[in-house]
């Protein structure tokens, strides 16, 4: 019913920049909240960032002041902007979002996930 996909992971130096992208498409008839997780090995899922529909966010600290959520309602999609990568940043990063499909309620979906790697 929704798809999420994600594109523009992968191999960033330490302190290097990367953009990920996640678009929701299917019977779409809102989104909701969008937002990034990560799960590095070994560790559980944590939370990176979420935007609302109106714009307001939330980051892990962590990343405040390094990376940048943003988000196109037009094209139902989530941005991650990563700046000053650190290694601890490398993870696979999924994708979430709240949407209500036509004639249905709410409900979460997630990504397939894209791997980021922040190495020399």
């Known amino acids: 019913q929704v798809e999420l996909v994600e594109s523009g992971g992968g191999l960033v130096q330490p302190g290097g920049s990367l953009r990920l992208s996640c678009a929701a498409s299917?019977?779409?008839?809102?989104?909701?909240?969008m937002g990034w997780y990560r799960q590095a090995p070994g560790k559980q899922r944590e939370l990176v960032a979420t935007i609302t529909n109106d714009g307001s966010t939330v980051y892990v600290d962590s990343v405040k002041g390094r990376f940048t959520i943003s988000r196109d309602n037009a094209k139902n999609t989530v941005y991650l902007q990563m700046n000053s990568a650190k290694p601890e940043d490398t993870a696979v990063y999924y994708c979430?979002?709240?949407?209500?499909?036509?004639?249905?309620?709410?409900?979460?979906?997630w990504g397939q996930g894209t791997q980021v790697t922040v190495s020399s």
């Open positions: 979430n979002a709240l949407v209500r499909v036509q004639n249905g309620i709410p409900l979460a979906s």
């Open positions: 299917g019977s779409i008839f809102r989104v909701y909240t």
